[in-house]
């Protein structure tokens, strides 16, 4: 039997768990937090309510907005330098993909030195880091369950993805009330990343029993809630999203991902876009070029997608990308490369940079500049 590893954080999940992150900052060490958020958070009431939690667990804390979608390796050096002089111990992060990741590599800075490119790749980081307690405002990034973090290098306009154990934070707290705050086109980006997430952590060349249930669940949850979310708003639905997002997080942190994020991460690098809004362009042929190497996966994934399995297994599975495809129109967004992409002639450069990414390591097919080309131009 192969050794398995499965790695995720504490995790407090349910409505008003907000209420609980000074207390949990304090049973980690902390006496100065270290906190990171946007000013969007800040807007919409959430920063505040978070520090009040602080406050009465009588913490000191500093507070770092210094963040953008696609945090950038400046931001993080600048924010490291904040935490080294203000002499904080405990991280925390709320908001999005974007102020996690930025924490993160914050944290890896702050107890590793240099700069955050030094750690690009998988297992670079030697220190511990900082204890960190995360508390998601979106239900997709996952990265308040993962060991991964995406920073963009502004030199080389390239998304650099640094894995390692360390970057799995302690505590993840995840109150589905905050997903109440967020626009349309937010709940849908995030709930289309944690479907891709599900999708390329299933089919991972290192799956495992325990990784593949939940990226199925998580299939399960996004197809039968993220249009009621989106319509209505109503809570039930933005919690079943918030399930949906943390299987799918503890399955691709354990399993990895593949070509569509090896592409995604090369395209935000390049076109400082939203991600979860790449993954109804590129999902689809990604899914159809590695449909050869795992058919029967590829049909367990259309059968959950289409709610049945159909003649064969070949025919599940094409009939799932189909679905897929049919969900993300549905949902009124960009389904071509050239929306996003204005020169055919960028694409030989975009490809070059994602064959060297990490996360196409676990794709189940090997893919080579020229694979990735051809699914390119598929999505165009």
């Not at 407090?12 to 000013?39: H, W």
């Not at 030697?126 to 502004?154: E, K, N, Y």
Request: hydrophobic residues 45%; aromatic residues 6%; neutral net charge.
């Amino acid at each position: 039997m192969e050794l398995r590893k499965f790695s995720i954080p504490e995790i407090i999940f349910g409505r008003g768990s907000l209420r609980y992150v000074g207390r949990c900052a304090r049973r980690i060490g902390a006496e100065k937090v270290f906190l990171v958020s946007d000013p969007g958070l800040e807007q919409a009431g959430w920063v505040d309510r978070l520090t009040e939690t602080l406050e009465e667990e009588k913490l000191r804390w500093v507070y770092f907005n210094d963040v953008v979608s696609n945090p950038r390796d400046l931001q993080i050096e600048k924010g490291a330098a904040v935490y080294r002089r203000e002499r904080a111990d405990v991280v925390i992060a709320l908001g999005g993909g974007s102020p996690m990741d930025a924490a993160k590599g914050i944290a890896v800075v702050a107890s590793n030195g240099g700069q955050i490119r030094d750690y690009e790749g998988a297992n670079r980081i030697q220190r511990p880091l900082p204890p960190m307690v995360f508390i998601p405002s979106t239900a997709g990034s996952g990265s308040d369950i993962t060991q991964f973090a995406i920073i963009t290098d502004v030199r080389r306009k390239v998304k650099m993805s640094i894995i390692s154990r360390t970057l799995v934070p302690n505590i993840s707290i995840i109150d589905p009330l905050v997903l109440q705050t967020k626009t349309r086109k937010l709940i849908i980006a995030a709930a289309i990343d944690a479907m891709s997430h599900a999708i390329e952590s299933y089919v991972s060349n290192i799956a495992s029993p325990f990784t593949e249930l939940l990226s199925l669940q998580a299939i399960g949850l996004i197809v039968k809630h993220l249009h009621t979310a989106v319509e209505t708003r109503s809570l039930d639905s933005l919690e079943q999203l918030s399930s949906a997002s943390t299987v799918a997080g503890m399955a691709f942190s354990n399993a990895g991902l593949g070509a569509d994020h090896a592409l995604a991460h090369s395209l935000g690098g390049m076109f400082d876009t939203l991600h979860g809004l790449v993954h109804p362009v590129l999902l689809p042929a990604v899914m159809r070029f590695n449909l050869p190497e795992c058919i029967e996966k590829m049909a367990d994934i259309g059968r959950v997608l289409l709610g049945r399995r159909l003649g064969s297994s070949e025919a599940t599975a094409l009939g799932g990308i189909e679905k897929f495809e049919e969900f993300c129109e549905s949902l009124e967004v960009g389904v071509h490369l050239k929306e996003i992409v204005r020169d055919k002639s960028e694409l030989p450069n975009l490809c070059k940079m994602a064959v060297n990414d990490a996360c196409l390591l676990t794709n189940p097919r090997k893919a080579t500049c020229e694979d990735l080309l051809q699914i390119c131009e598929g999505a165009w």
